[in-house]
């Protein structure tokens, strides 16, 4: 299993950016797939998650209706797109594979976003 | 919500730790399973699950490590502490959407 994220930059508050997460190694339409993010230094909080099929999400409170997560099965692919941006989404934020015993089995490296002035 | 205790556990060379997490809510699921999971982040590096399901340890963890509990109460326990376990600890439910964690216990040597 292999979780590569992308799309980590410097963001300017109120702004826009979308995170890309390619996975591979594993049937990546079978399983539900989650974004963790964590602030530096501090822990975990889980963002978002979305059903195999794309049919289902589930986000934070401290999200919900700024950030839209998705996939795309056909290119392994899971995205998070992120509006009106604040500084306290500042975080390293992970892409992470669910296992069907109601776990997160398998995490990528993390990309890094920033929102600063 | 998930309450972790201690948040810092100072231990001794092959002593053993123990790290409490308390949810708010049952984490029994509608299927009679109960998911609870620990996961193990060491600095710089991507969090790592080490037990599932409670109790059910991960392929390449040591037997030292071992968890246990039931409905709302859970502990995870690590007997014969090595210096390798130096990292931060975190519970996760997966019974509601999206998951949440416990705060983390960081794990140092005395």
């Known amino acids: 299993v292999h979780l590569v994220e992308s799309g980590g930059v410097v963001v300017q508050p109120g702004g826009s950016l979308r995170l890309s997460c390619a996975a591979s190694g594993f049937r990546f339409g079978d399983y539900n797939m989650h974004w963790v993010r964590q602030p530096p230094g501090k822990g975990l909080e889980g963002v978002s998650i979305i059903r195999n099929d794309g049919g289902l999400t589930g986000y934070a409170d401290s999200v919900k209706g700024r950030f839209t997560i998705s996939r795309d099965n056909s290119k392994n692919s899971l995205y998070l797109l992120m509006n009106s941006l604040r500084s306290e989404d500042t975080a390293f934020y992970y892409c992470?594979?669910?296992?069907?015993?109601?776990?997160?089995?398998?995490w990528g490296q993390g990309t890094l976003v920033t929102v600063s002035s | 919500v998930l309450t972790q205790s201690p948040l810092s556990q100072p231990v001794t060379l092959g002593q053993s730790a123990s790290i409490s997490c308390r949810s708010s809510r049952s984490l029994v699921h509608s299927d009679g399973n109960t998911y609870l999971s620990w996961l193990k982040q060491r600095p710089g590096q991507s969090p790592r699950r080490l037990i599932y399901?409670?109790?059910k340890r991960d392929s390449g963890v040591p037997d030292r490590f071992s968890g246990s509990g039931s409905g709302t109460d859970f502990t995870l326990q690590i007997s014969g502490v090595e210096a390798d376990d130096v990292a931060v600890y975190y519970c996760?439910?997966?019974?509601?959407?999206?998951?949440?964690f416990g705060q983390g216990t960081k794990l140092e040597i005395k």
């Open positions: 996760v439910q997966g019974v509601g959407w999206p998951y949440t």
């Open positions: 399901q409670v109790s």
């Open positions: 992470a594979k669910d296992s069907p015993n109601g776990s997160i089995d398998h």
